[in-house]
């Protein structure tokens, strides 16, 4: 049997049973699908329709950074190639998916493989979840504390948003990195969204990654129940970016607090 249907036979039979959000954080106080939940259904499956996953390291890279408590933190970031192989005629195919965690010890890879292996799990087989997805509700942050007094002086301060002149991406990444405080300031889930809309927009490489890390810096800090481990993973690598002085800092501490837990 070819390896395309037995990845269509597995998918059949995750689509009637499917991967609850077992799992919860209880410092941030959300629902997850653990890798153990993902395991405990896929692997059954897998060996009964003669399935094998096979994965493959073709990059990792890490990065360290601090937590406010001084020690260190690994940033893992991990592209992985999985091989779908028919266990009846040697077909294969294979997924790439990317994995990111971060930890203060030795598990940020084990994380970042955790997340690979679940993501390409998830989009391969189009898996459903039987208990309500967190995009499904709407629950509104509590308001952010009062940002502190601002000194008077001639000049912007070093990290607020460049406002250059003319047109071009300079222009639209100063503009969606207003509209992103914007949305913290009035702890606005559309004006997420609508910076969401207008990063993905923006084309020039060096623009887009200004851009995103004031759009991470707003999703943390308006909509984090929102956000998978991923994404959160990726949200602390930006945000960690952002300038330690000045306004923004008060925001970008804030944001590193909570996701650092």
């Known amino acids: ?43 059954p499956l897998l060996a009964k329709h003669g399935l094998v996953i096979l994965p493959r390291v073709r990059r990792r890279e890490c990065v360290e950074r601090v937590s406010k408590q001084g020690a260190p933190l690994f940033f893992v970031t991990v592209e992985v190639a999985y091989d779908f192989v028919s266990a009846h005629d040697g077909s294969r195919h294979t997924i790439v998916s990317m994995g990111e965690g971060f930890d203060s010890s030795d598990k940020a890879t084990n994380k970042a493989m955790s997340a690979a292996y679940k993501y390409a799990i998830f989009q391969a087989f189009c898996v459903p979840v039987d208990v309500t997805d967190a995009d499904a509700e709407t629950i509104l942050p509590a308001p952010l504390p009062a940002r502190p007094a601002r000194k008077a002086r001639a000049t912007p301060p070093a990290q607020t948003p460049p406002q250059p002149t003319g047109a071009g991406p300079e222009i639209e990444a100063a503009e969606i990195c207003n509209n992103a405080i914007a949305a913290i300031e009035n702890g606005d889930r559309g004006g997420v969204a609508n910076v969401r809309g207008q990063v993905a927009n ?43 002085a000045g306004d923004v800092s008060v925001w970008r501490q804030k944001a590193l607090d909570i996701l650092g837990g």
């Open 1 to 43: 049997m070819t390896v395309y249907k037995l990845i269509s036979a597995v998918q059949k039979d995750l689509a009637e049973v499917g991967i609850a959000k077992d799992s919860r954080n209880t410092q941030q106080g959300y629902q997850y699908r653990g890798i153990d939940e993902v395991y405990n259904v896929v692997a």
């Open 202 to 244: 923006l084309a020039d490489p060096r623009a887009r990654t200004t851009a995103l890390r004031y759009y991470a810096l707003a999703r943390v800090l308006v909509e984090l129940e929102a956000m998978d481990d991923a994404q959160r993973s990726k949200a602390a690598v930006l945000i960690s970016e952002l300038p330690s």
